[in-house]
């Protein structure tokens, strides 16, 4: 029972935050567009198309760099319609959690510092935000810090497994490539080790059935970031754009006040004296690892707020395996404990979220609603938010394009017309 305990509490936990902020995924348009594609691929098992879309060419070809996520989301569709998809959407950030535990474990071997690893990153509103829509960044984030655990036991196969698998189920191949590079400079002795997840992410790639247009279109972002320079008049995706100073502190200050009490206990790694410090010298070299990689996506945070999906988690084990450096069990518990007083008062998380996300659900609801008066017939949209809520409740509809504006000339320059 004492093994199964911390899991059990995990799940409790982040099942009470799952009921009372389910209201958070209004935020997010992209779940229609998931569940539609959910959808028609359970009806159809048609997973090379989606004739809902014609712009971008996705009647013809749907080229899916979530190939691996949209397979579990169509299957829990066939058993159990949207419902069990939310349920899966669960499960996913379930997995996310555990992973931390696990990695955090393998690092400290104490499971009540792996446990608080865990459910620390529930602590920020804007990462719970996160976590509670339909995206495949999730498992995406489980399969990475699954990685980065592989990574540290030395397991070569789980390594190799944990990239594959990443790269079927999200596009992002460089956040784990970063770890990888990380590790592979700072222990030379894993270069072998490396090697493997490279391997990994190659494989997933090509294992993709639309290869090689999925790369292509992996690599699309990089080209929408040279577009942001120029001087073009063209919109590209909010949620990548770099916050103003003043709001990037206020948004993520969870993620600079874990920052700097964690960054504080550096001090241990070259003042500290036997009488505090109790770290072995292997962790120590693991804690280097953990906190460079941190910094890295710290600094990510600042060019785009997407780096929160991987910065928040990786932060709370950061800050909680710099408490191992400390003997005095006191002094632990009373440096955690101010923090997280000091986090809750100063950094005040959730406050007015409710009253922002019940305006996200009133405008969908208004938009569900408009869009029962319109009749069945061609749609010219180039609005994310627009041409997903259209997705899901229209499936006889056709549209011509609903991506933005700069999206689609990057497409038409790299395939043609």
Request: glycine share 6%; charged share 15%.
């Amino acid at each position: 029972m004492r093994k199964v305990a911390p899991f059990i509490i995990i799940c409790t936990v982040f099942a009470v935050f799952w009921a009372f902020f389910q209201d958070f995924r209004h935020s997010d348009p992209d779940q229609y567009f998931h569940l539609a594609v959910a959808r028609y691929q359970a009806a159809t098992g048609n997973f090379t198309q989606l004739p809902q879309v014609k712009g971008m060419g996705w009647d013809k070809q749907f080229v899916d760099k979530e190939w691996l996520y949209h397979q579990f989301l169509q299957f829990a569709y066939r058993v159990g319609g949207e419902s069990a998809v939310w349920g899966l959407a669960f499960v996913f950030c379930l997995l996310m959690l555990v992973s931390l535990y696990f990695l955090t474990y393998t690092l400290t071997k104490n499971k009540y510092l792996s446990l608080l690893a865990a459910l620390t990153p529930l602590l920020s509103d804007t990462f719970v935000l996160k976590l509670m829509v339909l995206r495949a960044y999730v498992p995406a984030i489980a399969l990475f810090f699954g990685l980065l655990t592989c990574l540290i036991r030395r397991q070569k196969w789980g390594v190799f497994l944990a990239a594959l698998f990443f790269m079927q189920f999200y596009h992002a191949f460089y956040i784990p490539l970063s770890a990888l590079l990380i590790m592979a400079l700072m222990q030379k002795e894993t270069r072998k080790l490396v090697l493997w997840g490279v391997m990994g992410l190659i494989l997933g790639g090509v294992l993709n059935p639309a290869f090689p247009e999925n790369i292509k279109l992996i690599l699309l972002p990089f080209a929408i970031v040279t577009e942001q320079f120029k001087a073009t008049g063209l919109p590209f995706g909010p949620e990548q754009e770099p916050f103003r100073s003043d709001h990037l502190v206020l948004v993520f200050r969870f993620c600079f006040l874990f920052f700097i009490f964690a960054m504080s206990t550096w001090c241990l790694l070259w003042r500290g004296s036997e009488r505090v410090r109790r770290a072995d010298s292997a962790f120590e070299k693991q804690y280097v690892f953990i906190s460079l990689l941190t910094a890295v996506y710290f600094l990510g945070l600042l060019i785009s707020p997407r780096r929160q999906e991987y910065l928040v988690p990786l932060m709370s084990v950061f800050f909680v395996c710099t408490l191992v450096f400390w003997k005095n069990t006191l002094q632990v518990l009373g440096f955690l404990g101010g923090t997280i007083i000091f986090i809750m008062v100063i950094a005040r998380p959730y406050q007015g979220f409710s009253q922002q996300m019940q305006g996200f659900k009133d405008f969908n609801n208004a938009h569900f609603e408009i869009l029962k008066s319109v009749p069945p017939r061609p749609l010219f949209n180039c609005e994310w938010w627009g041409g997903t809520t259209q997705c899901m409740p229209l499936p006889s509809f056709r549209f011509w394009m609903f991506l933005i504006l700069l999206f689609y000339k990057v497409q038409i320059n790299n395939s043609g017309p």
